[in-house]
């Protein structure tokens, strides 16, 4: 079955350390997301791609860093910059709907830092 | 710029009762609109979506929503809940004229169903 998957569901970490979020699509989609979630808050796009070795930065993107070598792949790196790294973590890709993507979404990871 | 009000944080129906989620948004010349539902701890559903032609979608689960231009809505209805569709629901908008190929999303609407 074709989807995105996202590992761990859940991740622990200690202040001050880095951690890498993983999304992995089978969907042959070019374009990827990652958003941030918290309560009442919606959505918020951290960073996108549109194609491999591209990346741009979304509305919240200081203290996280992408990377994107292949079309499949597009892991998160939650940096000891990040202010308040808890949180839930949707990553997503998409197609072309019109001028529009209409993106599918990975299960999420829910990352508590202490 | 595009945006998306949800104006209800939370509702509460009883199951068999219909239900109406509103969503209000701004845009350029040619919306896009999407529906989207989230199940705790899980990721977002496609549920419906509205690019053009007839304003009245159908979409999974018995869900449906009018896209109403003169009212800037795409409200999401269901006429009879059921007790699993107690979830978050995420109205989303993009401006394919305004270059904002990236939907930009409402702050969700909480369904709580009663027995």
């Known amino acids: 079955d074709g989807g995105i998957t996202q590992s761990p569901k859940y991740l622990f970490r200690k202040e001050g350390q880095n951690v890498t979020l993983s999304c992995e699509q089978n969907l042959n989609h070019d374009a990827m997301y990652w958003y941030r979630q918290d309560p009442g808050q919606g959505l918020r796009l951290i960073y996108y791609?549109?194609?491999?070795?591209?990346?741009q930065k979304g509305d919240i993107a200081e203290g996280y860093s992408v990377s994107r070598e292949k079309k499949e792949s597009f892991p998160l790196t939650v940096t000891s910059a990040q202010k308040n790294p808890t949180a839930f973590y949707l990553c997503?890709?998409?197609?072309?709907?019109?001028?529009?993507?209409?993106?599918?979404f990975g299960p999420g990871t829910r990352l508590t830092v202490t | 710029a595009q945006s998306v009000t949800q104006p209800d944080i939370h509702i509460t129906v009883s199951e068999g009762a219909s239900l109406e989620l509103r969503c209000n948004y701004s845009y350029g010349a040619t919306p896009y609109l999407f529906w989207y539902v989230q199940s705790p701890g899980q990721g977002l559903q496609l549920l419906l979506k509205y690019f053009s032609g007839d304003t009245l979608v159908q979409g999974i689960k018995g869900f449906e929503a009018e896209f109403k231009r003169s009212q800037s809505s795409f409200n999401l209805r269901k006429p009879s809940v059921h007790w699993s569709d107690a979830a978050e629901y995420f109205c989303?908008?993009?401006?394919?004229?305004?270059?904002?190929?990236?939907?930009?999303f409402g702050r969700g609407t909480s369904l709580i169903v009663h027995p």
């Open positions: 791609s549109q194609i491999v070795n591209d990346f």
């Open positions: 989303a908008v993009g401006d394919a004229s305004g270059g904002s190929y990236i939907p930009t």
């Open positions: 997503a890709s998409s197609i072309p709907a019109g001028g529009v993507h209409e993106q599918y």
